[in-house]
């Protein structure tokens, strides 16, 4: 009876163990699909998810096409370094950036830093000695070029002087005449023609106060950007033009007399940039892509929610409109790890949170969202504490005095053991996760396929259960091996798409494809 008892003993224990296993991978599963980590938020959160599927969903063509300028290394921060008086303090925050593994700063280039004091007027006079007003930007440039970083610069910011009204719509309303706009870029891409390559007019037009205190406009912003598009090209036909960045937001525009403004939902205001002939102006799309209120694993979809999924939405905009071979760039990309006491404007997380899902929405755009490019993390320090009172303070991942965050610690530890690897989507052969050894030309003006010499070498690590092959123009043989310990065997390539590899399960795997003869080249991988 004893030894029963036991036996039964034994028995209840083993299942309540079983239950808090099953319990807890399943809290695992339930943040995986709606971002939230507690359990009522989850089961709220669960109910909205499916629920969703009774409704059309946003689609984003990610096999259907090759998307330009989302093949390159993705990770950057945003910077504040014009507003670092000493030189040195500019130089190290560049240096932790680089060895952090970031390959990006998205960094202003203030119009009222620069032309301040009137049209055509590039001297700085506002302290003693007078100095030029590009001396510190100039310094922002080689600093990026000595680290090995790029720069997106934002073109924002209008001098009183280009109002009649200065500033009584806002610091940020847009300048009278727009032609004065349009030196100001011209200026810029002139000065750092071959220096810098990427540049984005404005952010967050969409939303208050970015377009000032006055109702915003995507027509008004339409013709800015179009304007800024072709005098950047006059200066440097190779720029690449980005859009302001839209603030993730569900409002209709309705005028706010709280704030003197209004916001309009992100994709309604680009459908109507659409409308106003904005697909022909910009090269590359951008959004801000915040954790508000849920983590980055949230994959609740609604026209009205506003959460890290909000992309896809802006992304069936594109497709809807021809876009579909141009990307999104996400601007800005955080959580606020707000203290008790602030108010959680943008919501509050911890400072473990912070950390955590700034990795985990890094991986998150790379295994779902092939059309998405380079990510910004939003921001990477202030040059004082002056904002210490303030939420927006608490996105930095460095404080004043350069102390790292474990946000900083968390990106630069995951960013520096990295695997580059290719997940399901279109992916051209120039994309950054691919390895080539070896001789590999672009042959003639025609970049976008990779032709081998015999004996080059391509080392593809990727994620699915299929890997498709689609070579350029030509016929050759390539020889690959897998990591399955299987035989090499040589492909014949005639023009026409070639399954790689098949697996019955999505797996991680590595592939070499090594050129034998003839044109063996690479146009674009696919993997399902």
């Not at 690449?240 to 706010?256: R, S, Y």
Request: charged content about 20%; overall charge negative; aromatic content about 12%.
């Amino acid at each position: 009876m004893r030894r029963c008892r036991w036996l039964a003993l034994v028995g209840i224990l083993l299942a309540f163990a079983g239950l808090l296993l099953w319990i807890g991978d399943s809290r695992a599963r339930l943040f995986a699909l709606t971002g939230e980590e507690a359990l009522p938020s989850q089961m709220r959160g669960l109910m909205q998810w499916a629920l969703q599927w009774t409704r059309p969903l946003p689609y984003t063509a990610s096999h259907a096409v090759t998307t330009r300028y989302a093949d390159l290394p993705p990770f950057g921060v945003n910077t504040f370094l014009e507003q670092e008086v000493e030189p040195a303090k500019r130089e190290l925050a560049v240096q932790m950036i680089a060895d952090a593994g970031f390959s990006w700063i998205r960094q202003s280039f203030p119009w009222y830093d620069i032309e301040i004091h009137g049209r055509g007027d590039f001297e700085d006079r506002r302290w003693e000695p007078h100095r030029s007003a590009w001396e510190k930007y100039d310094h922002i440039v080689a600093l990026t070029e000595q680290y090995g970083l790029q720069i997106i610069a934002r073109l924002e910011a209008p001098p009183a002087w280009t109002r009649a009204t200065g500033t009584e719509f806002g610091a940020f309303a847009p300048p009278d005449d727009l032609a004065d706009f349009g030196n100001y870029v011209h200026a810029v891409a002139s000065r750092y023609r071959g220096r810098i390559r990427f540049y984005q007019i404005w952010n967050e037009p969409n939303i208050y106060p970015e377009w000032g205190n006055q109702p915003v406009d995507p027509v008004a912003y339409t013709e800015m950007l179009c304007l800024a598009y072709q005098r950047i090209r006059e200066a440097d036909p190779d720029a690449v033009i980005i859009t302001g960045a839209l603030a993730p937001t569900a409002e209709l525009g309705t005028w706010n007399p709280a704030y003197e403004g209004n916001n309009l939902m992100d994709t309604v205001f680009l459908q109507r940039m659409y409308d106003a002939g904005a697909g022909a102006c910009f090269d590359i799309l951008a959004v801000n892509a915040y954790m508000l209120h849920s983590g980055p694993t949230d994959q609740r979809l609604a026209p009205n929610l506003i959460n890290f999924a909000r992309p896809l939405w802006v992304r069936d905009v594109m497709v809807a409109n021809g876009d579909a071979a141009k990307p999104i760039w996400i601007s800005e990309m955080n959580s606020n790890a707000v203290p008790e006491g602030l108010p959680d404007t943008y919501g509050r997380v911890t400072l473990e949170q912070q950390a955590r899902y700034a990795v985990l929405a890094y991986k998150r755009i790379q295994r779902e969202w092939p059309w998405a490019g380079v990510t910004t993390v939003w921001f990477f320090k202030r040059a004082t504490d002056a904002e210490i009172d303030q939420p927006m303070y608490y996105f930095r991942m460095v404080e004043p005095d350069f102390t790292p965050m474990p946000l900083y610690e968390a990106l630069s530890a995951y960013l520096n053991d990295l695997t580059p690897t290719l997940y399901p989507g279109v992916h051209p052969a120039h994309a950054w996760q691919l390895t080539y050894s070896g001789d590999w030309q672009a042959p003639g003006a025609a970049d976008y396929y990779r032709r081998g010499a015999p004996g080059a070498a391509l080392t593809i690590h990727w994620e699915g259960r299929r890997l498709t092959l689609t070579p350029g123009p030509g016929v050759g043989v390539c020889r690959i091996s897998g990591d399955d310990g299987g035989p090499a065997r040589e492909i014949a390539l005639s023009g026409e798409p070639v399954v790689l590899e098949r697996h019955l399960w999505r797996g991680t795997h590595t592939l070499t494809l090594i050129a034998v003869s003839g044109d063996c080249s690479v146009a674009s991988l696919t993997i399902d």
